[in-house]
């Protein structure tokens, strides 16, 4: 399948379970585990997730808790206060 195609195919699913489940793209890239630029530039048709990222998707696809977001394992939330950045880990 050509990458176009695959780009197509995966911006329309995401807006569809989108538009299903009541999520906006913030809660959508919570529930991916991608960061919400990421889920726009999917959507935007402008980068195809690699291995890893396709595998979260499909992940976020098959969540049957789509407001509850479990999160995996530490992550590292960058955050920008003031004249220096800090790294929160939740």
Excluded: W
Excluded at 22 to 36: I, K
Excluded at 49 to 78: H, N, T
Aim: with cysteine.
């Amino acid at each position: 399948m050509e990458k176009t195609s695959q780009l197509s195919q995966l911006s329309k699913r995401i807006v569809e379970f989108e538009k299903k489940h009541h999520l906006n793209d913030t809660d959508f890239a919570l529930l991916s585990r991608l960061s919400v630029e990421k889920v726009h530039a999917l959507k935007a048709m402008y980068a195809l997730p690699d291995e890893e990222e396709m595998q979260m998707l499909e992940e976020a696809f098959a969540s049957k808790d789509y407001r509850g977001v479990e999160l995996k394992g530490p992550r590292i939330l960058p955050c920008f206060c003031g004249p220096f950045d800090l790294e929160i880990k939740i």
